[in-house]
Every structure is written in C-alpha cells, then in structure tokens.
Nanobody, 123 residues
Framework: QVHLVESGGGLVQAGGSLRLSCTAS????????MGWFRQAPGKEREFVAA????????DYTGSVKGRFTISRDNAKNSLYLQMNSLKPEDTAVYYC????????????????WGQGTQVTVSS
C-alpha cells in the first residue's frame, strides 16, 4: 500500500506559476512510475505528466509541454510538478498517482492515488 499526499495547489493569475508536491509513504518509492493527472469540472480525468522510478524518462500531454516540468526526489519520497505560464484551462483538481507498470500513462495503469489538490487559474 502506498499513501500519497499532494500539496501546493491554490489560486493564481494567468501567466503565473505553482509548484505541486506529492509525498509518498512507502520506502520503495523508486519502484513506482509516478504521474500527475487532473480533472476539471464536468470532464474526465486526464493524464498530465509521468516520470520513471529513476527519473530518466518523462512524458507529458501536449497541452503542457514546455510549461510544466515533472521531477522527483527519491531520497525524500517526493514528486513535484512545476507549472509555469498557467492558463485558465489548467484549472482542475490535480492528482498524484503511483504505478507499478513501467512508463505508465493511462489512469487505469496506476495503482495508488492521492486525494487531489485544487489549482485555479484566473483570467
């Protein structure tokens, strides 16, 4: 079992930045591909970014490439999402997730989920 806790969400103006953090309870953190997903009101949950256990592989959905950066600190069992040049359409609840599958990018491939943190971008 992996317990994930997100933090760092909030209200920001368009063009601003936020850094999301996710702390995992399990010491075998490096075993997991870690991902960020988001869900806007009335929409399905969508993939945002993922990173391999070692950090050597990353993947992003097209709409955030060049603006968001996923990273991890395995010594701290922590995952991060640096979000720059935020847009109103980035408004959503952001979820941290852990997958045993290597290079997982589908929500169905993730085994553990955090409770989510709200990000609101005003225009």
């Amino acid at each position: 079992q992996v317990h994930l806790v997100e933090s760092g969400g909030g209200l920001v103006q368009a063009g601003g930045s936020l850094r999301l953090s996710c702390t995992a309870s399990r010491r075998t953190f490096t075993t997991y591909t870690m991902g960020w997903f988001r869900q806007a009101p009335g929409k399905e949950r969508e993939f945002v970014a993922a990173i391999s256990g070692s950090g050597s592989w990353t993947d992003y959905t097209g709409s955030v490439k060049g603006r968001f950066t996923i990273s991890r600190d395995n010594a701290k069992n922590s995952l991060y999402l640096q979000m720059n040049s935020l847009k109103p359409e980035d408004t959503a609840v952001y979820y941290c997730a852990a997958a045993l599958l290597v290079k997982a990018t589908l929500s169905s491939e993730y085994n553990y989920w955090g409770q989510g943190t709200q990000v609101t971008v005003s225009s």
